[in-house]
Nanobody, 115 residues
């Protein structure tokens, strides 16, 4: 089992920045990949960014060049640095962890970008 706790969401004006954090209940060395997903009202949950145990990153086209995913294995924490935020980035952001054949989700944190 892996418990995930997100933090760092909030309300920000367009062009602003936020950093989301996701703390895992076990060492990240045991987790194959960490990811951030988001779900806007009336839309499906979509992948924002992911990072493998080896550090390989993957981003949605809509956030490339603006968002950066990272992981601090010593702190069991993954981060999502979000810059140049746009109103269309407004959503609930979920942390995701994949370990062996299992997938775990955090409770989500709201990000609201005002125009």
């Amino acid at each position: 089992q892996v418990q995930l706790v997100e933090s760092g969401g909030g309300v920000v004006q367009a062009g602003g920045s936020l950093r989301l954090s996701c703390v895992a209940s076990r060492t990240l060395f045991s987790i194959n990949s960490m990811g951030w997903y988001r779900q806007a009202p009336g839309k499906q949950r979509e992948l924002v960014a992911s990072i493998s145990l080896g550090g390989t990153t993957n981003y949605a086209d809509s956030v490339k060049g603006r968002f950066t995913i990272s992981r601090d294995n010593a702190k069991n924490t993954a981060y999502l640095e979000m810059n140049s935020l746009k109103p269309e980035d407004t959503a609930v952001y979920y942390c995701n962890a994949r370990r062996l054949s299992n997938v775990y989700w955090g409770q989500g944190t709201q990000v609201t970008v005002s125009s």
